[in-house]
C-alpha cells in the first residue's frame, strides 16, 4: 500500500513552501522531517507537553496535534523564524542571562508560548506569567527562572514603551 | 568558605570561579539551534519500532512476522532469539558488592517470555518510523499468560508466584545494617514514634526522550552511536561487550541532551537491538522512543514501604532509629547498575543529619512483573528523607518542642568531624547548625509562625516544613562500581591543551545535560590558567576526543570532574610558564599569567602572550633548548582515594496552604540552605536546586506510574501520568553555605540532586503541620487531594 499524499503550498518563516506531504504527517514532523527546521521539538506527540509549540497565521498551536495538509495555505511561525526576525530577542537575551534553560528541549516552545503575553505587553503578575505557561512542561528549570526571564522581559518593554 | 581553606589561584580577585557567567549552549537553544540526536538525520537512515508485550507476564508461544516483512519499506523485522543471536550473552543486573543478591539473566529483547508489559518482543526496522509503526502492527505474536507479581508486600508471601522460578523465590537483596543497640535504646526511651510510609512509583519524564541513531561502517568496522547519554564510556563498554565489537572500535557520542536526571545513565535492550540492525543493515538506524513506550520502558524508581521508628528523650534528644524497607524493583535488575541502589541508599542515609548512634536499617528488595527499577535523581535520598524528617517532626511534637529548635538539639555539630554516622558512613565539611541557622533567618521562622496562627484564627490551614538532609554525591573507586564489577569509571579526567593561537582545548570526560557542565569546567579552566573564558573550549560528550570517565552520574560533574579540570590546568600553567622562563631568563615562581599574557608576578605587563608561547611552542621549537620537550598539553585523572561518597548536607523549609475542603495543596513558599562546597557558577548552582526542587515537589505531589492487578500500567500517557506545571509551583529561594570539601583542592562537591532529595519531606512535613489540628496525617506520596481528605477522615 502506498501512502496517500497531497501537495500543499504555505509560507514558513518567511518563505514560500510547496511539497507533497503523507496525509498524516504531522506539522511538526513535516517542519522537522522535510524542512530541517529542528527548533520545535516532540516530547509527548499527544498535545500535553508544549514542546513542539509553532505558530500558524499568528496562533499558537501544537505541531503534534496538527496535520500538516490543515496548514495548507497558512502562514507558519517556527523559533527559528523568531530568531531571525528579532521579534523575541529581548526574551532571549534574558533566557540566556536568566538561565532560564537547561537542557534547552522545551525553550522554544517556551518561547513562542511567552512571547504572546510580549505582543500587547500589559503589567502582569508572576502568578499570570505562571498560569500563562501552565501547557508548556519544562522538566529541568523548576520554572522559577522561567518566570523571571518573561517578567523582566515583559516590564522592560512597559517601561520603554 | 572555611577559615583554614588555603586560598588558590582560584580564589584571586575576579576570578572566574565563584562568578556567575552565561552558558553558549543557551544562547544556541534560545536560536532553536540545539542539536538533540533526533536532529542529526544522516542519508538513508532507517527507523526502529518494537512490537512490545501486552502482558505484565507470558508464554511467548509463536511469533509470525511474515505479513511484516512484505510491508512497503520494511528492511528488517527481528526476533527476541535472532537478536540473542547477534549478542555475546545475556546481561544480569548483579554487582559483587551487593552481597548475595540475585538476577535471572536478561536478553535484550523477550525470547520465551515477556516479564513486564512493555517488554519488548519484536523489532521492525523501515524507512520512517510511521511505516515501522504500521509493520508492526502486522507481526502476530501468541502469548499464554502467566500469573504476575504487582504487590511487594506479598511477593515473598509463600503460594506467591515465583517470577523467575531458577532464582528459587522473588527476593532480589536483602541487607541489614546495624549500629549501637537500638532495642535497648528504645526500651529506655520516653518517647517512641512508629510509622508507616509508602512510596509511589515515579519516572524520569526527561522532555526528550530516549534517542540512538547508531551507523557502521563494515569496511573498518566502525560502530558510532549519537544518543542521549550521560556516560558516553560506559555506553560503549556495554554496547561493545554485548555486541561483541572491540570497544576500541566504537565511538560514542552524545548531542546535546534533553534532560536525563538518570535515566540515561542506563542501558535499555531496545537500544541494542536498534545498533544490531545497523551493524547487520550497514545503514543508519534510529530509535527515538515516544512518550508512551518511555512510560512502559524507562527505569522506574521510588516504589518503596518503609516502616520506621525514633526512640528520644523527653528533653528532646534522638537516641534511636530504626527502618525496615521493602523495595519493590521490577521484572528484571537493570544492567550494569542493578536495581538496589536505592534500598541500599536508603539505608545509607535515613536520619543523616542527626548525632544518635543506635542505627539498625534492613531492605528487601523484592521482584515485580513491572518496568525494571533503578536510579533516578537523588536515588532514596526523597524516601529516607521523608521517613527520617517525619520521624523527626513527630517526635517533636510528641516533645511538645518546636520541629526547628528540636533539630538545632540533635543535628551532627559542625565542629564534629570527621564522623562517623550512625549508618557508619565517614562524614567531614559538612554543616548543619549553620544551614539551619540560616534557614531560621531566610524564612523569618518566628514571624511566619505568628502568620500561621493569623490565618488559623480565619480558618486558614496554613503548615511550615522544614527538612534536614545529606545526599551522597560523587561516589570513588571504593564503593559501588569499581569494586562492584560493573564497567562504570568513577574516576574522571581532563585533557588540556595550549593551542598554537593561544587558545585552549579542555576535554573533559564529565557530560552535560543543560547544567552547564562545560561552562563549569571552562570556568576553572581559564581562572587557573589565567586567560579570558572566551579563550577555553570544552568538549564532552565524545568516546573519541576526551579522556575515559565515568561521565555525569550522581552529582559528579564538578566535584570529580571538576578537581580533574583544575589539577590538568595546574599541570599546563607550570609547563606555560616553564617555557616562559627559558624564553624571558627568568624563574618560573617569579612569573604569573594574567589575561592570557604571561606577566611578572604583582606586575600586571605583559612579557609575553599565550599566543606567542602556543606559537613558538608548536612552530618554533627551535627558539627552545633540546632538553625542553613540552607537550603543551596535559591530563590529570582524578578519584576518591578511600571515601565512598563527598556528601553535602541542607535544609529546606516549605510554606503550603492546605485546602481542608477539596485536599488542595497550595506551595506558597520554598526555602533551600545547601552546602556543596565551593561554588563555580551560583546562578548555575541555584538553578540545579530549583529545578531539582521541583522534581522532587512533583514526586511528592503528583507523580505516580499506576498498576493494576494484572500487572497493566495505567497511566501511561503525559496526559494521566502527573508533571509539575507551572501553575502549581512556587519561587524557590536558595542560599549554598560554603564547607569545601577537604578531600579536593577545588573544594566542591555535588549540587545537582540536593533539590530533589528532601523536597518530598519538606512538603509533606509543611502538609502534616497544616492538618495536625485536625488530628490528620499523610504518610503516602504522592500526596494526592484524596489522600489529604482521606487523611482528615473526609472520605
Ligand atoms: S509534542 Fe506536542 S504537545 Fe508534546
Ligand atoms: S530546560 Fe530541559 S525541559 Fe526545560
Known amino acids: 500500500m502506498s501512502e496517500a499524499t497531497l501537495e500543499i503550498s504555505l509560507t514558513v518563516n518567511g518563505e514560500q513552501v510547496t511539497k507533497t506531504v503523507p496525509v498524516r504527517q504531522h506539522l511538526v514532523d513535516f517542519l522537522r522531517n522535510e524542512l530541517g527546521f529542528t527548533g520545535s521539538h516532540l516530547g509527548c506527540e499527544h498535545g500535553v507537553c508544549g514542546a513542539c509549540s509553532v505558530r500558524v497565521d499568528d496562533a499558537v498551536v501544537r505541531g503534534c496535534l496538527m496535520l500538516a495538509v490543515q496548514a495548507d495555505g497558512a502562514k507558519v511561525e517556527t523559533v527559528e523564524g523568531l530568531n531571525e526576525t528579532g521579534e523575541i530577542a529581548d526574551l532571549q537575551k534574558n533566557f540566556v542571562e536568566r538561565n532560564a534553560m537547561q537542557c534547552g528541549y522545551c525553550t522554544p516552545g517556551m518561547l513562542i508560548t511567552a512571547a504572546e503575553l510580549l505582543r500587547e505587553p500589559k503589567p502582569v503578575s508572576r502568578e499570570e506569567i505562571r498560569e500563562h505557561l501552565s501547557g508548556n512542561f519544562c522538566r529541568c528549570t523548576g520554572y522559577h527562572a522561567i518566570v523571571d526571564a518573561v517578567e523582566t522581559t515583559i516590564n522592560t518593554r512597559l517601561e520603554e514603551g | 568558605m572555611n577559615k583554614e581553606t588555603p586560598l588558590t589561584l582560584l580564589d584571586k580577585p575576579n576570578s572566574y570561579v565563584g562568578r556567575t557567567l552565561s552558558r553558549d549552549a543557551a544562547k544556541r537553544a534560545v536560536a532553536g539551534r540545539g542539536r538533540y540526536t533526533d536532529d542529526i538525520m544522516p542519508a538513508r537512515t532507517l527507523h526502529a519500532a518494537f512490537v512490545r508485550s501486552p502482558y505484565g507476564h507470558a508464554k511467548i508461544l509463536s511469533i509470525d512476522v511474515e505479513a511484516a516483512k512484505q510491508q512497503q519499506g520494511v528492511a528488517l523485522v527481528m526476533t527476541g532469539a535472532e537478536l540473542a543471536e547477534m549478542c555475546t550473552g545475556p546481561w544480569v543486573g548483579t554487582l559483587v558488592c551487593f552481597d548475595g543478591m540475585k538476577s535471572e539473566p536478561q536478553h535484550p529483547m523477550a525470547i520465551d517470555r515477556a516479564c513486564w508489559q512493555g517488554e519488548p518482543v519484536v523489532m521492525v526496522v523501515a524507512t520512517s518510523r510511521a511505516e515501522a509503526e504500521d509493520a508492526a502492527e502486522l507481526v502476530t505474536v501468541e502469548y499464554e499468560e502467566l500469573p504476575v507479581v504487582i504487590d511487594k508486600e506479598t511477593a515473598l508471601d509463600p503460594g506467591t508466584p515465583i517470577i523467575h522460578p531458577n532464582l528459587g523465590d522473588n527476593l532480589a537483596f536483602e541487607k541489614t545494617i546495624e549500629t549501637g543497640d537500638v532495642e535497648k535504646a528504645v526500651a529506655e ?13 515515579h519516572t524520569a519524564v526527561s522532555l526528550e526522550p530516549r534517542a540512538l541513531l547508531a551507523e557502521y561502517d563494515p569496511g573498518t568496522e566502525r560502530l558510532t552511536i549519537h544518543t542521549s547519554s550521560q556516560c558516553p564510556h560506559m555506553i560503549q563498554a556495554v554496547f561493545a561487550r554485548t555486541l561483541g565489537v572491540p570497544e576500541h572500535n566504537v565511538r560514542i557520542v552524545a548531542p546535546d541532551v534533553g534532560g536525563s536526571f538518570g535515566l540515561k545513565i542506563h542501558t535499555f535492550g531496545d537500544e541494542i537491538a536498534a545498533t544490531a540492525a545497523a551493524i547487520k543493515l550497514a545503514r543508519p538506524v534510529k530509535f527515538i522512543a515516544d512518550r508512551l513506550e518511555s512510560f512502559a520502558t524507562d527505569i522506574h524508581a521510588r516504589e518503596n514501604r518503609v516502616k520506621g521508628r525514633i526512640a528520644v528523650t523527653k528533653e528532646g534528644i534522638i537516641t534511636s532509629m530504626d527502618i525496615d524497607v521493602r523495595s519493590g524493583a521490577g521484572a528484571y535488575s537493570q544492567y550494569p547498575r542493578t536495581s538496589v541502589f536505592e534500598a541500599n541508599q536508603i539505608l545509607n542515609i535515613t536520619g543523616g543529619p542527626y548525632a544518635h548512634e543506635n542505627y539498625r536499617a534492613s531492605t528487601q528488595v523484592v521482584y515485580l512483573n513491572k518496568v525494571p527499577t533503578s536510579q533516578y535523581r537523588a536515588v532514596g535520598h526523597p524516601i529516607g528523607n521523608t521517613v527520617g524528617e517525619s520521624l523527626v517532626d513527630q517526635a517533636a511534637a510528641a516533645c511538645g518542642i518546636d520541629p526547628m529548635e528540636f533539630r538545632r ?6 565542629d564534629s568531624y570527621p564522623r562517623i554516622s550512625a549508618a557508619g558512613i565517614e562524614m567531614r565539611d559538612l554543616s548543619h547548625q549553620q544551614c539551619l541557622e540560616t534557614l531560621v533567618d531566610r524564612m523569618g521562622y518566628d514571624a511566619l509562625l505568628e502568620e500561621q496562627a493569623e490565618y488559623r484564627k480565619k480558618g486558614i490551614q496554613r503548615g511550615i516544613g522544614i527538612a534536614a538532609f545529606i545526599k551522597g554525591t560523587a561516589p570513588g573507586p571504593a564503593g559501588y562500581y569499581g569494586a562492584g564489577g560493573a564497567p562504570i569509571s568513577s574516576q574522571d579526567s581532563c585533557t588540556i591543551k595550549l593551542e598554537p593561537s593561544g587558545g585552549v582545548i579542555c576535554m573533559v570526560g564529565v557530560t552535560d545535560q543543560g547544567q552547564g557542565v562545560d561552562t563549569v569546567m571552562g570556568q576553572i579552566a581559564a581562572a587557573t590558567l589565567g586567560i579570558p573564558m572566551e579563550s577555553v573550549r570544552v568538549i564532552e560528550g565524545d568516546t573519541d576526543a576526551v579522556p575515559y570517565g565515568g561521565g555525569t552520574y550522581a552529582s559528579r560533574a564538578t566535584a570529580i570532574g571538576g578537581e580533574a579540570t583544575y589539577q590538568a590546568a595546574m599541570m599546563l600553567r607550570a609547563e606555560i610558564l616553564e617555557i616562559a622562563g627559558v624564553l624571558l631568563q627568568a624563574e618560573p615562581d617569579t612569573l604569573d599569567i594574567l589575561d592570557g599574557h ?15 608561547i602556543g606559537r613558538i611552542g608548536h612552530f618554533q621549537v627551535a627558539e627552545l633548548p633540546n632538553h625542553i620537550q613540552h607537550t603543551l598539553s596535559a591530563t590529570y585523572r582524578f578519584r576518591l582515594k578511600d571515601a565512598l561518597y563527598i556528601f553535602t548536607n541542607g535544609i529546606q523549609g516549605a510554606y503550603v496552604e492546605v485546602d481542608t475542603d477539596t485536599g488542595f495543596i497550595k506551595l506558597l513558599n520554598h526555602w533551600v540552605i545547601e552546602d ?26 503528583y507523580e505516580e506510574c499506576v498498576y493494576d492487578s494484572a500487572g497493566q500500567l495505567q497511566n501511561a500517557t503525559l496526559a494521566d501520568y502527573l508533571v509539575p506545571m507551572a501553575g502549581e509551583m512556587p519561587d524557590i529561594e536558595v542560599a549554598h553555605i560554603q564547607t569545601h570539601t577537604g578531600v579536593s583542592e577545588l573544594g566542591a562537591k555535588g549540587v545537582g540532586e540536593s533539590g530533589t532529595g528532601a523536597a518530598p519531606a519538606v512538603v509533606m512535613n509543611a502538609v502534616n503541620d497544616a492538618i495536625r489540628p485536625f488530628g490528620g496525617k499523610v504518610t503516602a506520596q ?14
Not at chain 2, 189 to 201: K, L, P, S, W, Y
Not at chain 2, 598 to 612: H, M, N, T, Y
Not at chain 2, 682 to 699: I, K, S, T
Request: hydrophobic share 40%.
Open chain 2, 189 to 201: 526511651a520516653d518517647i517512641v514514634i512508629e510509622d508507616t510510609f509508602t512510596f509511589g512509583r
Open chain 2, 409 to 414: 538539639r540533635n543535628v551532627m555539630r559542625d
Open chain 2, 598 to 612: 604571561v606577566v611578572d608576578k604583582g606586575d600586571s605587563a605583559s612579557r609575553i602572550s599565550l599566543a606567542e
Open chain 2, 676 to 701: 556543596c562546597g565551593r561554588v563555580i557558577n551560583p546562578q548555575l548552582a541555584d538553578e540545579q536546586v530549583r529545578g531539582g526542587c521541583v522534581q522532587g515537589l512533583g514526586g511528592a505531589l
Open chain 2, 782 to 795: 504522592p500526596m494526592s487531594p484524596e489522600t489529604i481528605l482521606k487523611a482528615l477522615g473526609k472520605v
